[in-house]
């Protein structure tokens, strides 16, 4: 990879020189924009500080991206800023549409309206190097999925990045692509993207092919044909590997891994040894995941864990030691030979169901709570591996794995402190003591006190030999958790159910390395108007301050989600937080877009650029 030197020229703007200590500014309410930071107490060794953003309160301020303009690096001052690459609807060359959903054969949909199905769902974008060119795949959280592969110039000089090319990624060699949330970059340079709130099977009508009406979007991918869908064509995780010669056109290469086991896939994070995985798994009654590779790059055999919560404290957002649960071990093919047809397997082939009579279940059958249902299974013999990989969850619950974790989403790794992060986006439901989620004989995670403000994880890992890695997480502990709150009616923040200094429905996160920052975006609607990304200094976390550590780096406009938060260290001489603006005024806020306004398009992003941090 060729790296240009970070030298002091106009690389990037420097605005001053000011030695700091590693430590953030911490956001302060209205105040919270002050430029002024701690005085050092140490200025030997490396250091970050954001300049904050302030939580936006006029009208106007809700109807923008602010970010922090910008950021000291270790005593130096560089101008950073949020850099929009293409918005939602925009055209490249004239030729492909950023976000267009199309069907099998390549063709663009069109909605009811009769014009073209042009998506505000824009997800996770990342940065490819390949050679001496920069791509990015950038995938979109829609029935049908979309994906589209950028090739992007790096100014040499400054580090900005602008969109040279686009081109449509055909998902149609893995049977389309379904709601593709957070994503990562694999330790070999590929796009591991993932597919999440997987289709429930066992609903399916054997006639008709539907299920309900989150799932009948797809039909249009086979034109509108709901019996020539299987649901269990959808629910993985996918690698998309990008090649580019000299200066031909680019190519994607697309494998759903099915050795990986099918979930409602929020991201999945591959260990430095690159045989490692953690996989975290969206909604209600949901687990938490490892799987370990056969080969170290090679995700395509391999054997799958879930874990066991075996709590030691219920305060908080609660704390406890984990096991991890073999549910065996298999390859891509092993699972990919049982796909048959549209209406093969089927949920009837692996599974017996019975009737719950309260919370018992007949003989020979188990009692389960998972995917926010409470059922009697039974494993058809010799449907285990199929099972194991085609019904991750509900397997799991079956062989005594957790699955009581409510909005598990992104997950990242501290390699220097040996710890995983894993974010909450709520604390409630099957996670609080005898909840209406739980089974009384299956109560693994017991927190005294929901928390609809989320929280953050951390957990430590270590090798363990009988599981063949040294990624293994040991135990979970909750770390910095948003705080309940409420407003007067006339306070900007009168809408906020979550502090405006705190955390609210945290997300995906990224770990800035060497730097000891967590970085944190949010998905919430009612806690906070407009959603956030923050930076959190490590060593400043405080279990008595919600607030300790915290900088605001970036706001979002009405309605908006925070996705795809996430860090580069060094792309050819410069640092990167990717960032994408979902859905502006979709989530809340619909009737304040101005009529004839195209204000509701997706911004897909970086802040940036920074001096190389690796």
């Known amino acids: 990879m060729y790296r240009i030197p970070f030298a002091k020229t106009a690389l990037a703007t420097k605005v001053s020189a000011v030695t700091l200590t590693a430590i953030l500014m911490s956001a302060c309410g209205g105040d919270s924009d002050s430029n002024d930071p701690a005085v050092p107490a140490d200025p030997v060794g490396k250091s970050l500080s ?26 130096e001052t560089y101008e950073i800023g949020f850099h929009t690459l293409l918005r939602s609807g925009d055209a490249v060359n ?32 990342s940065l490819l190097p390949i050679g001496d060119r920069l791509f990015s795949v950038s995938q979109m959280e829609t029935r049908p999925g979309a994906m589209f592969l950028m090739e992007l110039d790096q100014n040499k000089q400054t580090g900005h990045l602008s969109v040279k090319d686009l081109w449509q990624i055909d998902q149609s060699g893995v049977d389309g692509g379904w709601v593709h949330c957070a994503a990562s970059v694999t330790p070999w340079n590929t796009h591991l993207a993932s597919e999440e709130y997987e289709p429930d099977a066992s609903e399916r ?88 590779a056969d080969t170290a790059g090679d995700l ?12 030691t404290s219920a305060a908080g957002i609660g704390e406890a030691d984990l096991e991890w649960i073999s549910l065996g071990h298999a390859s891509n093919s092993d699972i990919e030979a049982l796909f048959a047809s ?37 494993v ?81 890992v270590a090798a363990d030999a009988g599981i063949g890695s040294d990624y293994v997480a040991q135990n979970m502990k909750g770390l910095i958790a948003g705080q309940p709150a409420s407003y007067p009616a006339d306070s900007p923040f009168a809408s906020y159910s979550c502090d405006a200094d705190g955390l609210a429905n945290p997300d995906n996160v990224t770990f800035i390395t060497g730097y000891n920052t967590l970085v944190i975006g949010e998905d919430t609607g009612s806690g906070h108007q407009n959603d956030v990304i923050w930076s959190l200094n490590l060593d400043q976390v405080d279990a008595t301050d919600f607030s300790a550590g915290l900088t605001r ?62």
């Not at 954001?50 to 970010?67: N, S, Y």
């Not at 010669?245 to 759903?256: H, N």
């Not at 390699?415 to 709520?426: F, I, R, T």
């Not at 009384?440 to 929901?450: D, K």
């Open 50 to 75: 954001f300049t904050a953003v302030k939580a936006p309160e006029t009208d106007l301020e809700k109807r923008q991206i602010l970010a922090s303009p910008s950021v000291e690096v270790d005593g």
């Open 94 to 125: 004239g030729d492909v549409v950023f976000g267009q959903l199309v069907d099998k054969m390549g063709q663009p949909l069109y909605g009811n309206d009769g014009k073209p199905s042009v998506t505000d769902s824009n997800e996770h974008t």
């Open 205 to 292: 009508d054997p006639v008709t092919g539907e299920i309900d009406g989150y799932y009948e979007p797809m039909a249009d991918y086979f034109g509108g044909d709901l019996t020539a869908m299987n649901p269990y064509w959808w629910g993985w995780n996918i690698e998309i590997a990008v090649a580019a010669e000299g200066d031909s056109a680019p190519t994607s290469d697309l494998v759903k891994h099915y050795a990986m086991g099918r979930l409602a896939f929020e991201l999945a994070y591959v260990m430095p040894d690159e045989k490692t995985v953690y996989m975290t798994d969206d909604g209600t009654n949901v687990g938490l995941y490892m799987f370990v």
């Open 300 to 311: 395509s055999a391999g054997n799958l864990y879930a874990t066991k919560w075996n709590q």
């Open 342 to 378: 549209p209406d093969e397997p089927a949920f009837t082939d692996l599974f017996e169901t019975a009737t719950m009579t309260g919370e018992d279940c007949p003989d020979g059958f188990t009692a389960t709570a998972s995917n926010g249902n409470k059922e009697c299974l039974k």
């Open 380 to 460: 058809k013999p010799g449907m285990k591996l199929a099972a194991s990989r085609l019904e991750t969850r509900r397997y799991a619950a079956l062989m005594g794995a957790t699955t009581e974790f409510r909005k598990e989403e992104g997950v990242t790794f501290d390699p220097d402190g040996g710890k995983l992060y894993v974010a909450m986006s709520e604390v409630g439901r099957g996670m609080e003591d005898n909840s209406s989620n739980d089974l009384s004989t299956i109560n693994h995670v017991r927190i005294a006190e929901a928390n609809k403000c989320g929280g953050v994880y951390a957990l430590d």
């Open 553 to 614: 780096i970036q706001t979002t406009p009405y309605g908006s989600e925070t996705t795809s938060p996430y860090w580069y260290p060094n792309v050819n001489g410069f640092a990167y937080l990717m960032s994408v603006v979902q859905h502006p005024y979709g989530e809340s806020d619909s009737g304040k877009i101005p009529d004839g306004s195209l204000d509701h398009r997706a911004y897909t992003g970086y802040i940036g650029p920074f001096p190389a941090m690796d």
